[in-house]
């Protein structure tokens, strides 16, 4: 587990390197992902929901739940 000045200090290096690469990240602090060009949500294994941070707000799902 990261200390949330190391998820902030994480979340600046993504955000620099993620135009070139691609990233795959199992977040426990949903803030570290809110950025990602696309979230996938997944339960049992399989992708229910899939979108920009915005998109996932809007519908209202299970991401939405997620996010205190």
């Given amino acids: 587990m990261l200390a949330v000045i190391s998820c902030a200090m994480v979340q600046v290096a993504l955000d620099k390197t ?3 690469q691609t ?4 977040a426990h602090h949903l803030f570290t ?9 997944m ?3 399989t992708v229910i929901e899939k979108g920009t941070y915005k998109e996932l707000m809007t519908q209202k799902g299970a991401y939405c739940k997620l996010v205190p």
Wanted: net charge negative.
């Fill in 18 to 20: 993620k135009e070139d």
């Fill in 23 to 26: 990233f795959i990240v199992i």
């Fill in 33 to 41: 992902i809110q950025n990602s060009n696309i979230i996938a949500v």
């Fill in 43 to 45: 339960s049992q294994g």
